[in-house]
């Protein structure tokens, strides 16, 4: 993936606004999952077709379109991002059954009852970004796709990552911090019983009070996400470049993570207990 950076000084609103517009183009390089999310929308192709979606945090559009295609009575196509409405709106405004709509999810509220949903609010550390949204929606949808996800986590050693920058002076002075990419991991942690977290759509998330790592070996703690729908995993950080892997040093056996809603996107509390 590219990383795009703004270099001149801009207000702040709008730099903000920009850095989370360059930020969400990146989603559009990771071809998995938007293989994996079109499977998906198929699978629900009848209750599509002749029926009322709602693709919220629509960014260019591009589910929205597909379920135009599909024959959708109705699409609604909601972006809070003013740089990606103006695209969105390039995009699908000159279609008669779509209606774009520039406004926060957690206040839309559709005309008719919503057949089918479809969203990617999932972040890093699956619910760091939006997912809080759809467990605090004015309105109940029939199907919402995708509708489950899980954040994993496993130990693995610096030297198993053959990163010659980041040795282990320079981890020191990262403790008790996450960290997105910074070097290739391509190697997956072998834990099974490793989930610090879940989310399912009607359920809300589920964390572990604390997580003990004490028997296993390793002085990187990687987290990973695993999007689901109806219980299967459908793709995962490992294979959709879209949400990278994250790690901190080890600097304990037990530790704490926690999420807020900050009123814009969830924030992360992350803490070594012991
Ligand atoms: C990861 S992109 C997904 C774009 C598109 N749904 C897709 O899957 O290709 C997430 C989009 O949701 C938007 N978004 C995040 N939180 C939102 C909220 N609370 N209300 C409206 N849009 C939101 C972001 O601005 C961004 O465009």
Same mark, same amino acid.
């Not at 990617?120 to 996800?149: A, H, Q």
């Not at 320079?170 to 610090?196: M, S, Y």
């Given at each position: 993936?590219?990383?795009?950076?703004?270099?001149?000084?801009?207000?702040?609103?709008?730099?903000?606004? @920009?850095?989370?517009?360059?930020?969400?183009?990146?989603?559009?390089?990771?071809?998995?999952?938007?293989?994996?999310?079109?499977?998906?929308?198929?699978?629900?192709?009848?209750?599509?077709?002749?029926?009322?979606?709602?693709?919220?945090?629509?960014?260019?559009?591009?589910?929205?379109?597909?379920?135009?295609?599909?024959?959708?009575?109705?699409?609604?196509?909601?972006?809070?991002?003013?740089?990606?409405?103006?695209?969105?709106?390039?995009?699908?405004?000159?279609?008669?059954?779509?209606?774009?709509?520039?406004?926060?999810? @957690?206040?839309?509220?559709?005309?008719?009852?919503?057949?089918?949903?479809?969203?990617?609010?999932?972040?890093?550390?699956?619910?760091?970004?939006?997912?809080?949204?759809?467990?605090?929606?004015?309105?109940?949808?029939?199907?919402?796709?995708?509708?489950?996800?899980?954040?994993?986590?496993?130990?693995?050693?610096?030297?198993?990552?053959?990163?010659?920058?980041?040795?282990?002076?320079? @981890?020191?002075?990262?403790?008790?911090?996450?960290?997105?990419?910074?070097?290739?991991?391509?190697?997956?942690?072998?834990?099974?019983?490793?989930?610090?977290?879940?989310?399912?759509?009607?359920?809300?998330?589920?964390?572990?009070?604390?997580?003990?790592?004490?028997?296993?070996?390793?002085?990187?703690?990687?987290?990973?996400?695993?999007?689901?729908?109806?219980?299967?995993?459908?793709?995962?950080?490992?294979?959709?470049?879209?949400?990278?892997?994250?790690?901190?040093?080890?600097?304990?056996?037990?530790?704490?993570?926690?999420?807020?809603?900050?009123?814009?996107?969830?924030?992360?509390?992350?803490?070594?207990?012991?």
């Amino acid at each position: 993936m590219l990383s795009l950076e703004i270099l001149n000084s801009l207000p702040f609103k709008r730099y903000e606004a @920009l850095s989370d517009f360059l930020a969400f183009i990146g989603v559009y390089d990771d071809e998995r999952r938007r293989e994996v999310w079109e499977g998906t929308i198929l699978k629900y192709r009848d209750a599509i077709n002749g029926g009322v979606v709602v693709e919220l945090g629509a960014g260019f559009g591009i589910f929205s379109e597909m379920a135009l295609a599909l024959g959708a009575k109705k699409v609604y196509a909601v972006e809070r991002n003013p740089y990606a409405y103006n695209v969105l709106k390039g995009r699908l405004g000159r279609y008669r059954n779509v209606r774009v709509v520039k406004k926060d999810a @957690l206040k839309f509220v559709p005309l008719e009852e919503v057949d089918v949903l479809i969203h990617d609010f999932y972040g890093p550390l699956l619910y760091d970004e939006s997912l809080y949204v759809l467990d605090n929606l004015p309105f109940t949808p029939r199907v919402v796709i995708p509708n489950g996800g899980r954040l994993k986590m496993g130990l693995l050693n610096l030297e198993d990552i053959g990163d010659r920058t980041v040795e282990e002076d320079v @981890l020191e002075q990262l403790k008790g911090v996450l960290v997105a990419d910074l070097f290739e991991i391509n190697r997956r942690p072998e834990v099974e019983e490793n989930t610090v977290a879940t989310w399912k759509f009607g359920q809300g998330l589920k964390v572990e009070d604390s997580i003990n790592i004490g028997e296993q070996l390793g002085n990187l703690l990687l987290f990973y996400l695993e999007v689901m729908h109806n219980g299967k995993v459908i793709c995962s950080s490992f294979e959709c470049t879209n949400w990278p892997l994250v790690w901190t040093p080890r600097s304990g056996d037990v530790f704490s993570i926690r999420f807020r809603w900050g009123g814009d996107f969830a924030r992360v509390d992350f803490e070594w207990l012991m």
